[in-house]
């Protein structure tokens, strides 16, 4: 795995003789060149994930596989992590949430591996596929009827579709009742906006669940969690709980917006299914960018580097997807032979209800708005800027508006024919907050339903 140490190019804003950092506007400008001057020093170079972090960056689809399937020599336990140990690494540094110790199973290895792993997948074993379907659908509805009637015809679906559909889908998924499905949601969002505290709320909703559970078993994620033979205390049940949430999340709305953004861009070939989108994005843009953070177990050599025991080496999904060495066999590789959802025996164990759930997203909202497009070109839509994750930062459409808003049917799924159940009140309300012109004086006359937005949803699905 030679390769030449000689750069073709600096990345704008990178100094010739310091690490690459991947954080900030420069490489949120331009990840794909910040991955190809990498993958000029060899299958890793070290970068800067934080300031003053460093860590080893594979960007080699080889090398990568080679780390993530051989598990005796690169292990996850971050408590091994030489820098953290020696006080090098900030207190307050953004990598300590993504990067630091949790009792989950992503950062176990071996026997403790394996059993947590063992709980997450049986658990999720049990959670049927036309389920899946039929939350995606019903949250799809229930968010598209929030911003289809705005006269304007406009919507900007990141915030408003792509990051709210898969927080209401798991709220569902964990048997959350309203009010602590609202602090779920806001402590993992505040957790991946960085907002003081949210750990905190996340931890603390989390934490009455599983005692709301004790007391009234359901059929649930969470229930089946607690009631798994592996036995795991309350402690690990919130754990995995994280990891779900943490791991489910974030990359799927990333998927769903870049997946979106993809089918309605200028150069995706009409007559496509969804599902190509879905797997273009898995493969060219990586929701997961920088991440699965190993530590060799003794000093290994990468090409020309040698890599020191307890350092540890970020996995790039996205470099290693883009490793222009697989174009020369890249069509006899399987469709799901990216490395999107990892692989090894730390690979997502989500991976199928994960693209499930992206796949049916982006159909509802095509079925429920066949006209929607792109108010600008794929070419020109913002990336965020995060090392972690590869992410949209607005996704803005048109569309034409819709002067009835959708409401539940007899049936659950959503519909805007004769014979649909009234929609509750913030069905009718638009983005600005303004009661649509098509509402009904009553519906008029009533106040914007208290109470965060699983509330709201749970409310909208009772037909209150």
């Not at 010739?16 to 990840?31: C, I, K, M, Q, T």
């Not at 070939?269 to 599902?275: D, F, K, M, T, W």
């Not at 959802?341 to 992206?358: E, L, S, T, V």
């Not at 508006?401 to 014979?419: C, E, H, K, M, Y």
């Amino acid at each position: 795995m030679q390769q030449p140490t000689e750069s073709s190019h600096i990345p704008p804003g990178c100094p010739a003789h310091e690490n690459v950092r991947l954080y900030g506007s420069a490489f949120g400008a331009d990840p794909d060149g910040h991955y190809a001057h990498l993958r000029a020093a060899g299958p890793s170079a070290p970068v800067d994930i934080a300031p003053d972090v460093e860590v080893e960056l594979v960007t080699s689809y080889d090398a990568a596989l080679y780390i993530l399937q051989n598990p005796a020599s690169f292990v996850r336990d971050s408590r091994r992590w030489n820098a953290l140990n020696e006080g090098r690494v900030p207190a307050d540094s953004p990598a300590l949430p993504m990067m630091g110790y949790r009792p989950n199973a992503l950062f176990s290895d071996g026997a403790a591996h394996a059993r947590l792993r063992q709980v997450v997948t049986e658990s999720l074993a049990t959670v049927d596929e036309r389920q899946i379907v039929r939350l995606t659908q019903q949250s799809a509805d229930y968010l598209i009827g929030r911003f289809s009637a705005d006269p304007s015809g406009q919507a900007e679906l990141m915030a408003s579709y792509a990051q709210p559909l898969p927080l209401l889908v798991f709220s569902q998924l964990f048997g959350c009742p309203p009010e602590l499905g609202d602090r779920v949601i806001a402590g993992i969002s505040g957790i991946f906006e960085g907002t003081p505290g949210a750990d905190e709320i996340l931890g603390g909703a989390l934490a009455e669940l599983i005692a709301l559970k004790h007391r009234s078993p359901g059929l649930d994620l969470t229930t089946r969690l607690m009631q798994h033979p592996a036995q795991l205390s309350d402690e690990e049940v919130l754990h995995q709980l994280v990891t779900l949430l943490s791991g489910g999340t974030a990359p799927l709305a990333a998927t769903i917006g870049t997946s979106t953004a993809l089918y309605l861009g200028e150069e995706w070939q009409a007559g496509l299914p969804v599902e190509s989108a879905v797997s273009h994005t898995l493969w060219n843009y990586a929701p997961i960018a920088n991440y699965a953070a190993h530590y060799p177990t003794h000093d290994v050599e990468l090409g020309n580097r040698v890599i020191r025991a307890n350092d540890p080496v970020l996995i790039s999904f996205a470099g290693a997807n883009t490793d222009p060495k697989l174009n020369v066999h890249r069509e006899q590789l399987s469709a799901k032979a990216h490395l999107g959802f990892g692989a090894g025996p730390h690979a997502c164990p989500a991976k199928d209800p994960a693209f499930m759930i992206a796949v049916t997203a982006v159909e509802s909202l095509l079925k429920r708005l066949p006209d929607v497009e792109l108010r600008q070109p794929f070419s020109t839509l913002a990336w965020v800027p995060s090392p972690w994750s590869r992410s949209l930062v607005t996704l803005p459409v048109r569309f034409t508006s819709r002067a009835v808003p959708f409401a539940l049917g007899d049936s659950g799924q959503a519909s805007s024919g004769i014979g649909a159940a009234t929609a509750p009140a913030d069905a009718y309300v638009t983005q600005g907050g303004q009661t649509t012109a098509g509402s009904a004086p009553a519906r008029q006359a009533q106040p914007q339903r208290k109470g965060g937005l699983f509330s709201r949803f749970v409310a909208w699905t009772r037909g209150e």
